[in-house]
């Protein structure tokens, strides 16, 4: 069989091999730089963006930061229980949060060093030495929540593009906490509510009419000679 169907392949002897190329360790596992693959991502999500994207610019914010009274109902929770409404904040801002946890962690730093400083006021006197003791703790527990709460709202306006308003998000915290609170709470209400009324208008359909042989089709001569198709359509607006 050998003999027969003779091998297509020739056994090429040592000159004439082709000489081994030296490859260095790692050469293989270098990138390949490929222009088609050079663009834009989104920071995101990481997805390819069109040459003609372009950023959306930065809004201003629907209510100013003095506008406390224009929601009454958020205006008396961020007063008395600041706790509270930061923690329905970053509910709607972060579905997966639930609310009370900020809400603890605001009323340990904030609500909490307040009373621990009354506390203390009341029950030990004020003196040089308590005094600066109280100080200095208010003062790293409002640093801390200024923080804190300033990266939420950094959060919220990377998430609908605002503008800083009326300075860098820590510094607002730090200086109108409340108002802040109040600002970012009208904010998300104004945006992502679900109260908001849409006209629409509802369309009954007609009866349902059955048909029969002989008197059925006695009735509904006279309606056909009449205006031929028609049909009665009640609407009622919502």
């Avoid at 509910?91 to 809400?103: A, F, G, I, M, S």
């Amino acid at each position: 069989m050998g003999d027969d169907h003779p091998s297509k392949y020739v056994k090429l002897s040592k000159d004439q091999a082709l000489p081994a190329e030296d490859i260095k360790p790692g050469e293989l596992n270098q990138p390949i730089d490929v222009p088609q693959l050079r663009v834009r991502k989104c920071c995101e999500c990481g997805q390819a963006l069109p040459e003609s994207f372009e950023p959306p610019a930065d809004e201003p914010w629907t209510t100013g930061i003095c506008g406390c009274a224009e929601d009454t109902e958020s205006c008396w929770t961020g007063l008395f229980c600041p706790c509270v409404l930061f923690g329905r904040n970053i509910e709607k801002l972060k579905e997966d949060t639930p609310w009370t946890t900020p809400c603890v962690c605001h009323a340990i730093f904030v609500e909490g060093g307040m009373a621990l400083a009354v506390a203390t006021a009341a029950f030990n006197g004020i003196d040089p030495n308590t005094s600066f003791l109280i100080c200095e703790g208010l003062l790293f527990s409002w640093w801390m929540c200024g923080i804190y709460t300033g990266l939420v709202r950094q959060s919220l306006q990377k998430k609908y593009h605002l503008k800083n308003s009326p300075c860098d998000p820590c510094m607002v915290h730090c200086c109108m906490h409340w108002c802040a609170l109040c600002q970012e709470h009208r904010e998300m209400k104004g945006r992502l509510s679900d109260d908001a009324a849409v006209p629409m208008t509802m369309v009954n359909p007609p009866p349902v009419q059955e048909m029969g042989a002989g008197r059925d089709h006695q009735h509904s001569t006279p309606s056909a000679s009449n205006d031929g198709n028609h049909t009665t359509l009640e609407m009622q607006a919502l």
